[in-house]
């Protein structure tokens, strides 16, 4: 979980360290961007003052203005007036392209930007171009108007600008003579502007874009380091109560543990007590049964009437509690050892019961009925056998006075996986409140001499259904008997 929120910390950093530098580097394109656009309008300008000048000078025919040294008579202009005086002082003709000359000296004088007339083959040999205005012209030759570079210059970068001269009816006075026409483009003026002022000069804005960056950045990742420490936070409390639910969990499953564990020795135990005391007391109940017959047999005469019957109800009573003794030994042999189970066909576990059961369904003319076909179930054969036999023995058993029994087993199965049987019986019926306790041992709903047994055989058969992890109950038949209903797990 450590390892998982320095993973996001480092992640975010990433994120938005892209985010921040793509944005600054589209920025700095703006800026760069910004700057040409600033140089270039400046250079646009500037042309545009000079050309306009210069219109203003061909739309006289030329200015005329004193002599003195750094104005002295233009020799390539070809015109008669050009030197004149008035009032005894003289004055030469100035045309536009000697004032451009005179303007751009005076413009090199103060530094930074430059411009120059030029022309492909001009009249005046230092009106030439150099290698970028020759290359320049020749595009405006062939139909372009104004060009913008940033090109490499003595000393540095410079931005460039030229724009064509175009021939407007002023020119024709003096180049007429050059075959010049309205319309035609016959030279340039190229500007010349020193990149490192501009750039310096809008450079405080650039530091502005990437202090603002730099402080974006800062707050962004802060901002998310601050997310991601809640969220470390509340991990750790989801973390907490995890750990917390796993122990009590872990605490509750032991202490199940425990108590099953225990109650399953407490019950073994018992289990063994009961199986230890009954087989322990058979001896004795031998010893005595043995001894009871041999009075009844030799001391008979001897006896008087009331020591006779004494002795017969010792002899019953022995008969009776071996008889309670072995149901409780095969009660608790149906626990004894761990379950083996098997797939076994229910139909052949009731055959079996019904086998042993042959005498008292005879005796009693019971007819039984069952289906043809039963399923697979998962189990124990034996047990189950006598699962059947004791429920369908108890059916017959408690059969009503007045009419003959009549059996009928049935079975459902279900999706879940289980099998269903039910017993059905005419019988005398178990009243409601009695359903729970004919499956207790030794429990009887009626007197002794009423009906044979001990009131094991509905107690083992609850005991072999629950080793099988199924359950038994009663529910009252429409005739008044009985309906035993039991579940046992099918076969996979
Ligand atoms: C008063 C006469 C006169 C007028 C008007 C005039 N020019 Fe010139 N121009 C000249 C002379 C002379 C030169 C030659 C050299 C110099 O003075 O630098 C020249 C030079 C030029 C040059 C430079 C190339 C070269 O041949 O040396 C260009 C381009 C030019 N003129 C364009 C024009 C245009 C466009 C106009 C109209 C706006 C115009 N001129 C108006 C007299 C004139």
Redesign the pocket.
């Known amino acids: 979980m450590r390892a998982k929120g320095f993973l996001l910390e480092i992640l975010s950093f990433a994120f938005w360290a892209a985010l921040v530098s793509t944005s600054l580097w589209r920025s700095n394109g703006l800026h760069d961007q910004q700057v040409r656009d600033v140089a270039e309008a400046r250079a646009r300008m500037l042309f545009t003052m000079v050309e306009t000048m210069?219109?203003w000078?061909?739309s006289h025919?030329?200015l005329y203005a004193t002599v003195d040294d750094s104005n002295q008579p233009?020799p390539?202009?070809?015109?008669l007036e050009r030197d004149v005086e008035i009032f005894g002082r003289p004055y030469t003709?100035i045309?536009?392209?000697?004032m451009t000359?005179q303007l751009s000296e005076m413009f090199r004088a103060r530094k930074g930007m430059q411009f120059h007339?030029?022309?492909a083959?001009?009249?005046?040999p230092?009106?030439a171009p150099d290698a970028w205005e020759a290359t320049t012209l020749a595009g405006f030759a062939a139909g372009g108007r104004e060009v913008f570079e940033l090109t490499p210059v003595e000393g540095g970068q410079a931005f460039r600008y030229m724009a064509a001269?175009?021939?407007?009816k002023?020119?024709l006075?003096?180049?007429a003579k050059?075959d010049?026409r309205l319309g035609d483009v016959?030279?340039?003026i190229s500007v010349s502007l020193p990149a490192a002022p501009v750039i310096a000069e809008l450079e405080p804005q650039r530091h502005h874009t990437i202090l603002v960056h730099g402080v974006g950045f800062v707050l962004l990742w802060g901002a998310s380091l601050l997310f991601i420490a809640r969220l470390k936070q509340s991990w750790r409390g989801l973390a907490a109560a995890r750990a917390d639910q796993d122990r009590l969990i872990t605490e509750r499953t032991a202490e199940l543990r425990a108590a099953v564990d225990d109650l399953a020795r407490s019950n073994a135990e018992l289990e063994q007590f009961a199986y230890v005391a009954s087989h322990d007391l058979q001896e004795p109940l031998r010893m005595m049964g043995t001894y009871a017959q041999l009075i009844e047999r030799r001391y008979a005469e001897r006896l008087d009437d009331e020591g006779r019957e004494f002795i017969g109800f010792m002899t019953e009573g022995a008969g009776r509690m071996r008889a309670m003794i072995d149901d409780l030994l095969a009660y608790s042999r149906v626990d004894r050892g761990p379950p083996v189970f098997a797939a076994v066909d229910s139909e052949l576990a009731l055959d079996t019961a019904l086998a042993n059961l042959a005498a008292a369904v005879t005796e009693s003319k019971a007819a039984v009925v069952r289906p043809s076909v039963l399923p697979l179930v998962w189990g124990e054969a034996a047990p189950l056998a006598r699962l059947f036999q004791n429920v369908v023995g108890n059916a017959l058993k408690y059969r009503h006075p007045d009419r003959p029994p009549r059996v009928e087993v049935t079975v459902a199965t279900d999706k879940a996986g289980w099998a269903t049987f039910s017993v059905r019986d005419n019988g005398i019926g178990i009243p409601e409140d009695c359903r729970e306790r004919v499956f207790q041992i030794f429990q009887r709903l009626h007197a002794r001499g009423a009906y044979p047994g001990t009131g094991i055989g509905l107690a083992i058969a609850k005991k072999i259904v629950e080793r099988h992890g199924g359950s038994i109950w009663i529910e009252a038949a429409g005739d008044g008997g009985s309906v035993f209903r039991f579940t046992l797990p099918l076969a996979k």
């Open positions: 210069r219109l000078n061909a025919g030329g233009n390539y202009l070809d015109v003709k045309n536009p392209a000697y000359r007339l030029t022309s083959n001009p009249i005046r230092a009106n001269l175009t021939v407007e002023p020119c006075q003096c180049h050059q010049y016959r030279g340039g």
